[in-house]
């Protein structure tokens, strides 16, 4: 018979997306690891010490299980006000890479600690949630430390094929399609193509073919009270296509 353990199960897809994250690092320079390739800054060393603070504040500052070491970015004791925006996004030209890497280790330690010792209904508490979303169990709080470190790795995914074209899951297990390099130029010809009609299709004048909600809106929900909370970005500014006027795509 099977023996069926949710918080092992949990604790190892936390894992799997920590190491995937640290794998992204793996051969690039000191400048290729803290380049910012968004228009918004997102770089690769940047994401690791940002979800350094993330395991800190979920897995200790929120079940009130603190992290002893003094950590120059992790000050939720401030507020979200507390630190200038993005600290955490960024490395400083005093903070190596092999210390980010170190604190983001030592957050996955004293957050392990915390899964081990607490049962996946001790609840914390955590002031930016709204109130509808219910009890902050420990349970609960890995779903959403795994949700955002897996969204951080695809971010790694992209910033890391933008700097040198290594992709895939990890090294050796790639999980992409066995091909060289013309068949994803191909490959990549014809997404674009499609990409290009479609555009096309939709700069022609007359009411939308589909329903609902204009697809090309983009809404972004921050949680008032966190101490990533992130201003918002500037709404895009409208621009005309023929005769009707369209959000550009983003």
Request: charged share 25%; glycine share 8%; no cysteine.
């Amino acid at each position: 018979m099977t023996t069926i353990d949710p918080k092992a199960d949990l604790r190892r897809y936390l894992q799997d997306a920590r190491e995937t994250m640290l794998w992204k690092l793996d051969g690039l320079t000191e400048r290729d690891v803290r380049r910012p390739l968004t228009p918004t800054g997102t770089n690769l060393l940047g994401l690791v010490k940002h979800l350094a603070g993330v395991e800190l504040l979920y897995l200790g500052w929120v079940f009130d299980r603190h992290y002893a070491v003094p950590v120059p970015w992790f000050r939720p004791d401030l507020g979200p006000a507390g630190l200038a925006p993005n600290t955490d996004q960024w490395a400083t030209a005093e903070e190596s890479r092999e210390y980010i890497v170190d604190v983001y280790r030592k957050a996955w330690q004293h957050a392990d600690v915390t899964i081990e010792a607490l049962p996946l209904d001790a609840v914390g508490h955590v002031p930016w949630w709204p109130a509808q979303a219910g009890a902050a169990s420990l349970h609960r709080v890995l779903v959403h430390l795994i949700a955002e470190t897996e969204r951080h790795t695809g971010h790694a995914d992209i910033v890391r094929e933008l700097i040198d074209g290594a992709v895939g899951y990890r090294r050796g297990t790639e999980r992409l399609p066995t091909a060289d390099e013309q068949w994803w130029a191909a490959y990549r010809d014809r997404v674009a193509a499609v990409a290009e009609q479609s555009r096309a299709e939709l700069s022609r004048p007359g009411p939308p073919t589909h329903g609902g909600a204009d697809p090309l809106r983009r809404r972004r929900r921050t949680l008032p009270g966190s101490p990533f909370t992130r201003p918002a970005p500037p709404a895009p500014e409208l621009f005309a296509v023929g005769d009707q006027v369209t959000l550009p795509l983003e």
